[in-house]
């Protein structure tokens, strides 16, 4: 299993930055959509159904974006958000 795991991993690893970016990024609806069906009128047990997979959706696309972008990818984003920071206090 662990075998499976690196090669997965490795896998990741060698997808573009661009796509990492798309990956991370399609985390954020998994997350509202887990926490906002809350509110709609469903059973209780459907509501943790659907918050146990779309919250597990969102974790497994948080953590492949940042496999796929890796250390560099993510030191690469920071510095693009502080710069656009920079930017807009100028």
């Known amino acids: ?3 499976f795991f690196e090669k997965l991993r490795r896998w990741l690893s060698r997808l573009s930055f661009r796509t990492g970016v798309i990956v991370l990024l399609c985390c954020i609806p998994c997350y509202i959509l ?3 069906q809350m ?7 459907l509501k943790g159904v659907l918050w146990f997979v779309l919250f597990g959706m969102a974790k497994t696309l948080q ?5 796929i972008l890796g250390v560099e990818g993510v030191k690469r984003l920071k510095q693009w958000f502080r710069s656009l920071k920079n930017h807009n206090t100028n």
């Open 63 to 67: 953590y492949g974006g940042l496999t």
């Open 34 to 36: 887990s926490f906002a």
């Open 1 to 3: 299993m662990k075998v």
């Open 39 to 45: 509110a709609l009128p469903i059973s209780t047990e």
